[in-house]
């Protein structure tokens, strides 16, 4: 991994540190009584299609209500799904436009179009600066490309869009299986396990440490 002139970065965990329990905290304040409402819409795979873009925003909320038996609107359900997000560390917003500076550096994240949007605004808007813009050269969210992570397909968007060559690229993602499906295409991979954070992989200057 001595050659490595990209970078592909997971997003909530390395970056943002989420928590889907705060989506049901806003779902009970909402009135929905059942007890873990996003793990049964995630194990029913609505959050799967709607990261792959399998449904629009309109139908995304009408299933929900259907699932969880409620009236609430689509306003509140967006509200709900985008107040995940619990920290966005200020070394975090820091180090990425560093690392820039020496490598093309990407985002790929499985998010449907809500939670996308509201990322994007989010980064820039806490960092006080564009993030987004200045740390990398494209942020890849899955229901843009109509794929998710770990699919080798969305790794391979990513390679031939930007014509990148796989043995110099690397990704670094909290999910073991999300490095595998990477594996698959020949990119070299770092599983960012707890608790190590993504500042420890990398020198003051932005350079990876490998």
Request: some cysteine.
């Amino acid at each position: 991994m001595h050659n490595i002139k990209n970078i592909i970065f997971d997003l909530c965990g390395p970056i943002i540190t989420i928590d889907v329990n705060l989506i049901d905290k806003r779902l009970h304040e909402f009135g929905i009584t059942c007890n873990q409402p996003y793990r049964k819409l995630y194990d029913l795979a609505l959050t799967k299609r709607f990261e792959a873009n399998q449904m629009t925003t309109t139908e995304f909320c009408d299933e929900f209500r259907k699932i969880l038996h409620t009236n609430i609107s689509n306003e509140q359900i967006c509200n709900a799904w985008n107040s995940l997000i619990v920290d966005f560390k200020r070394e975090h917003q820091l180090l990425f436009p560093k690392v820039h500076k020496h490598y093309h550096t990407f985002v790929l994240s499985n998010s449907d179009v809500v939670n996308a949007e509201y990322f994007t605004q989010y980064l820039n808007q806490k960092a006080g600066f564009d993030f987004v813009g200045q740390g990398f050269d494209e942020f890849f969210f899955s229901y843009k490309i109509g794929e998710r992570k770990p699919s080798p397909k969305i790794f391979q968007h990513i390679l031939d869009k930007h014509n990148l060559i796989a043995a110099e690229t690397l990704f670094i993602d909290d999910c073991k299986k999300h490095c595998l499906g990477a594996k698959e295409v020949g990119l070299n991979t770092i599983w960012l396990r707890k608790p190590t954070d993504i500042c420890e992989l990398f020198n003051n200057d932005g350079t990876i440490k490998l």
